[in-house]
């Protein structure tokens, strides 16, 4: 199998050919030499290779570990691509046209020919530490936030200070001697997920949009061409995962940096793994490289102030700054999910405006957007500004409620680890599929429904899992990842392997398979009808509970099919913002109200008939008005009363010949008063359903005239304003006149009286008052807000939300800080030295969010921000080690 694999001399002897062959192309130099002797080769390429120092330019580095093969093998298998296709592939020819290509094919020539020839584990590069150990693992070698360790046999060992190796050097000073470089891509296996750069500040940074959405662009390339879904993982503080990595170092030098976690296994079977794996990448690469020039001095400046204007049901309104003076327009992207690529298939504005609505939105939704500004000649598009995210307002019949577990309701049963399955509930992470050490592990959750009224009628719901790690999910397309809902009558006690592995199962939704279960994007289940109806039953009984499965077995010689998940507890819990959730959308049953009309009245010209209800035309061809009217008062305060749907009932007691084209309407009107002017020169408000024709009225059945949308909404208003309900019957004839053309709607007491039917039900409409008194201070080092909530009786509770970089208009526009009833709370995962907005809303229980209370904080002093070092962590699993000696 290794044969298939290419040696560093070949890579080298590769390179030098396409030089002799492409010189106008391709351009080759050693930029250091390693420990052993061997070159270290980057290559240039560009389409115009005299100035390609000069334009923007994507750096590629690959195989920094020594056992990560995919790097020289992609960095090979793209050279070639770009040989063989720049000429005339239209993407390929743009991206080179604009940007250089830097490629390093492998920084750690010793290590991987020390990997492939004689240990095909090592990883690092082949330094003599002098006590008989070697190697330094060159990834933990670079300057920033470098940490000496003194196991030298480590495999993360980062060597005797930073920058002590030949490789990272070479590196190092190449980069710093290149300012044009924008972005770095550093290629690694094993795990299918990118990992963006950070600065451990704890904080969102104004590139945070432009990493993720780059990673994610990158990540629908190689969907579209192998159906392969990559993660997007940055990391959560406080934990810090790395020190002295190369990532964090070109970050530090203002470049857009990823690692690419490629495949799930480090040597993977060439023909059926690795090379789905190139070929996968190479359009992503395309991508990245086309993308090197967004990030320059000559793009357009970044969209500055992008926040949210108004928010409906159905609609938003963003608005922006922008201070360039260049001709530009502007980019709108919308996505359902965060993370999400920003291709043609969701850029919904184009404008030249620094405001933009979206329409045709989905009420109680949640949309992420964001915005770049394009230059309107050159097309050369700029950085992303901050993404905003919101939720639509909910409809007016709505109600939601996010569900969390609490923490003795969530964790993992193992079936090797039976002593032990009490203590993983509430603590760390979630471990679902099976492995050689902890046999098969399902997820349990139990979520509390006591919350949800036992008449709620879900229109939606979703469950949501945090993908933490996948690297113990090691074999492509083997296995998948799903959800069933249990009985919980069959389990005596959700903390045993066995009553969990052998419940009822009432009901098992859609699974996920292996390599689209992605790390660092949250993975959703959206309930269907009939899971929909199940939860409404498990309303009743006050909890639902979940067992989240795997695979149950291993091929032949694997040890591990392993996800992880964030519970949001414990030490490595990120928090309530990565807690696993239920998102319900609901409404309730309605209630009914049958009114009956406090006045008829038949209009003529020459006078009014009270107590009768005729409409047509009189013996002078005259129109007859009927009009009903009704009092609502008997139904319950207009201000918490939502209509849901109305429809008046009328039953004709005669018919008109056979031959007569009259029809009748009904219209919700106002009219000052019964006069046959004023019933004439009416403000009409709706038409009430369909008009009735005289082949229906033959029949002398009962007429249902339906209220739509926009009359359901002016009836709300009506009985707002405590106005009595009027409606008018009126004929209409194709002739000029009809004679003696009268239809009696109300006369003969066997026929059915009219009646107004309202169906409705009892739900707030107006926000609450805002809290007040909101202030910050620094306490023990951290940020505490206080706030006064509002004396309200509808007051449920207080929503606390931080965003770096403007004041949150929306509850979801920031990062989670706290929601509950108390009147304070800890940022105790932000970075107190970092400016930043907080906003706390007050809500109730539909639940309607008021206007939000606002507050711009900045310490103004230094403050010690406490890390957890990876050496001192408390055990785990060794899954999740594992994950870290891969990056």
Not at 829 to 849: A, C, E, H, Q, T
């Amino acid at each position: 199998m290794k044969k298939q694999y290419t040696s560093y001399k070949e890579t080298m002897a590769f390179l030098e050919q396409v030089k002799s062959e492409h010189p106008n192309l391709i351009r080759i130099e050693s930029i250091g030499e390693t420990w052993e002797g061997r070159p270290i080769v980057l290559a240039t390429i560009s389409l115009d290779l005299e100035n390609a120092d000069s334009k923007p330019a994507l750096l590629y580095t690959g195989t920094i570990h020594a056992r990560e093969w995919i790097g020289i093998e992609l960095a090979n298998s793209f050279v070639q691509y770009i040989v063989d296709n720049h000429q005339f592939n239209p993407k390929l020819k743009q991206a080179l046209s604009n940007n250089t290509l830097y490629i390093v094919p492998c920084l750690n020539p010793d290590g991987f020919e020390f990997s492939r020839t004689h240990f095909s584990f090592w990883r690092k590069n082949r330094r003599n530490n002098g006590d008989g150990t070697y190697g330094v693992d060159l990834n933990r070698n670079f300057g920033s936030r470098f940490k000496k360790r003194n196991d030298t046999n480590a495999t993360t060992y980062g060597g005797p200070e930073a920058f002590s190796e030949p490789e990272t050097r070479a590196i190092r000073d190449f980069v710093d001697n290149h300012k044009n470089i924008t972005i770095s891509l550093d290629y690694h296996s094993q795990g299918n997920v990118f990992f963006p750069a950070h600065k451990f500040n704890h904080e969102a940074e104004i590139d945070t949009t432009d990493l993720n959405t780059l990673c994610a662009n990158m990540a629908h390339e190689i969907q579209k061409v192998s159906g392969t879904k990559y993660g997007i993982h940055r990391g959560k503080p406080p934990t810090n995962l790395i020190n002295g990595s190369g990532r964090e170092y070109y970050y530090d030098k203002g470049i857009i940096a990823t690692v690419v976690e490629v495949g799930t296994r480090n040597i993977p079977d060439y023909m059926e793994n690795m090379s789905q794996s190139v070929n996968e990448n190479i359009p992503a690469l395309v991508h990245a490289l086309n993308s090197a020039i967004c990030y320059s001095s000559i793009a357009p400046a970044r969209v500055s102030n992008f926040t949210i204007k108004d928010v409906a049901a159905t609609e938003a309104t963003l608005e922006w700054e922008y201070s360039g003076n260049e001709a530009v327009y502007f980019e709108i992207y919308r996505n359902e999910q965060h993370k999400s690529p920003c291709t043609e298939d969701n850029l919904v504005g184009l404008t030249k405006a620094t405001t933009f609505t979206d329409v045709q939105l989905q009420s109680g939704s949640y949309y992420y957007y964001k915005i770049r500004a394009v230059f309107a000649d050159q097309k050369i598009a700029g950085p992303y500004a901050p993404e905003v995210k919101l939720k639509t307002s909910l409809a007016t019949h709505h109600f939601s409620r996010t569900l969390f577990p609490l923490k003795n309701d969530i964790g993992y049963v193992g079936e090797y680890t039976l002593e032990k399955n009490r203590e993983h509930f509430g603590q760390n992470s979630l471990f679902i599929g099976v492995n050689k050490s902890r046999g098969v592990c399902y997820g349990v959750i139990e979520f509390k429904l006591d919350k949800v009224p036992d008449d709620a009628q879900i229109e939606a719901a979703s469950f949501s899992l945090y993908p933490l790690n996948r690297v113990g999910a090691k074999i492509e397309n083997y296995g998948e990842w799903g959800i069933s809902i249990l009985d919980p009558t069959s389990v005596p006690d959700i903390r045993n392997f066995d009553a969990i592995q052998n419940a009822t199962v009432l009901h098992t939704g859609q699974a996920i398979e292996s390599d689209k279960l992605t790390q660092g994007v949250w993975s959703n289940w959206s309930f269907n009808g009939s899971e929909r109806k199940l939860l409404e039953h498990f309303i009743a009984q006050g909890s639902l509970l979940i067992r989240i499965e795997g695979p149950t077995t291993l091929p032949r010689g694997h040890e591990s099919q392993m996800m992880q998940f964030d519970i949001g507890f414990g030490r490595f819990g990120a928090g309530i913002h990565y807690r696993p959730s239920i998102e319900l959308t609901y409404s309730r049953k309605p209630k009914i109200a049958e009114l009956y009309p406090t006045a008829v009245n038949s209009i003529y010209q020459t006078h009014t008939e009270t107590g009768t209800l005729s409409a047509g035309f009189d013996a002078d061809g005259e129109k007859v008005y009927g009009q009903l009217a009704f009092a609502m008062q008997g139904m319950p305060d207009p201000n918490f009363t939502v209509i849901t749907d109305a429809y008046l009932v009328i039953q004709n007691t005669n018919a008109l010949g056979a031959k007569k084209d009259i029809r009748f309407s009904v219209e919700l009107a106002e009219v000052d008063n019964l006069s046959y002017n004023s019933v004439k020169m009416r403000d009409s408000i709706q038409y009430i359903g369909y008009e009735v024709s005289h082949s229906e009225l033959r029949d002398k059945k009962p007429h249902y005239f339906n209220f739509d949308s926009f009359a359901r909404t002016e009836l709300e208003r009506l009985y707002s304003e405590q106005t009595p309900i009027c409606f008018l019957i009126r004929a209409t004839s194709p002739n000029r006149k009809g004679q003696n053309e009268l239809i009696n709607w109300l006369n003969k007491p066997s026929y059915q009286q009219p009646k107004l039917v309202i169906e409705y039900i009892e739900r707030s409409k107006v926000p609450l008052p805002a809290p007040t008194n909101f202030t910050v201070t620094l306490e023990k080092n951290l940020a505490k807000l206080t706030w006064t909530n509002p004396k309200d009786k509808n007051f449920v509770g207080a929503f606390v939300v931080r965003n770096r970089f403007h004041p949150p208009k929306s509850p979801q526009d920031g990062v989670k800080i706290y929601g509950g009833q108390d009147e304070y709370t800890i940022d105790d995962f932000g970075n107190p030295n970092i400016p930043k907005y907080y906003s706390v809303f007050s809500y109730d229980g539909v639940p309607l969010y008021s206007s939000p209370a606002c507050i711009y904080f900045s310490a103004n002093q230094a403050v010690p921000v406490i890390e957890l070092d990876p050496d001192d962590w408390e055990p785990q699993h060794d899954e999740y080690f594992q994950s870290l000696d891969n990056t």
